[in-house]
Structures are given as structure tokens and as C-alpha cells.
């Protein structure tokens, strides 16, 4: 007999379990849903988040708010620059930097993006009770907490 998630869950490691496989299976869903229209990967899609999130952005730290090492992170903007999502501009401060920014097509497909996982994830949550809904507002802060450690 499987143990329920609510008994594997009683334990540290056992919420660890739990909730990396929910995490990750909700995570692989929402990619699923993703606007049909876009070629983007989800790297890429993370870091057109980041620029328009935080604004313009040097490639180290791109690379540092992603955890990735700086030339995967130049090839990464290489490509949403060559493809037009992104641009560059030498930084005015100082002359060995170059700032990156989200560009107008990268701001409008990752919008797009957002609203079909969003709208999805939306549908979801109608079929739980408004307590279940209110334990996840009340959840949500946390995951954030842990996904930002």
C-alpha cells in the first residue's frame, strides 16, 4: 500500500519529497502551456522575467540572478538579441560593461506567454474550494521564500 502525501509530508524529508515532486510536476505543466507561438525556451523566457522584472541588466548579472555561468548566459543574450526580443547598449558608466534590456517583441511574447500559463493555472484553481484557494495565498509567499534561498 502507497502512503498518502499526507503521511509522507508528517516528516522534513518527507514534505522535502513531496513537495519537490509537486513543484516540479506543476512546473513541467505550466511549460506544457505554454503560448504555441513561441519558439523561446524557458532559459530564454527567464531571462526576458528578469529585464523586465528588474530592468536593464549587465550579462554577469543576468547570469547571477539565473545561477548560470557567464558565457552560457552571453550566448543566451546573444540569441533573444540576434532574434530582436532583447537589445544592447553600452553601459554609460562604464566602458567595458553593456547593459541589457528587454525589447518591445521580447516584452509583448513574454506577456503573451504569461496570460496563456496564467489563464490556465486560473482554470485550476476554480475547481478548489475557496479554503483550499486561501491556503494557497497563504502558501505562496513561502515557495517563493524557499525558490529565491
Wanted: proline share 5%; glycine share 6%.
Amino acid at each position: 500500500m502507497t502512503p498518502t502525501v499526507e503521511a509522507v509530508a508528517r516528516t522534513d524529508a518527507g514534505l522535502a519529497s513531496q513537495l519537490r515532486v509537486s513543484v516540479m510536476r506543476l512546473a513541467r505543466r505550466l511549460r506544457n502551456e505554454r503560448d504555441p507561438q513561441n519558439s523561446l525556451g524557458v532559459g530564454a523566457i527567464s531571462v526576458l522575467g528578469v529585464l523586465l522584472r528588474h530592468g536593464e541588466q549587465t550579462v554577469g548579472q543576468l547570469a547571477a540572478h539565473e545561477r548560470v555561468q557567464p558565457p552560457s548566459m552571453t550566448r543566451t543574450v546573444g540569441c533573444l538579441v540576434d532574434e530582436g526580443y532583447a537589445v544592447r547598449r553600452p553601459s554609460e558608466t562604464d566602458g567595458r560593461s553593456t547593459l541589457v534590456a528587454i525589447s518591445e517583441k521580447g516584452r509583448q511574447t513574454l506577456l503573451a506567454d504569461r496570460r496563456r500559463r496564467e489563464a490556465w493555472l486560473a482554470r485550476q484553481l476554480k475547481d478548489l474550494t475557496p479554503e483550499e484557494r486561501d491556503l494557497l495565498r497563504q502558501v505562496a509567499p513561502l515557495i517563493e521564500r524557499l525558490a529565491s534561498a
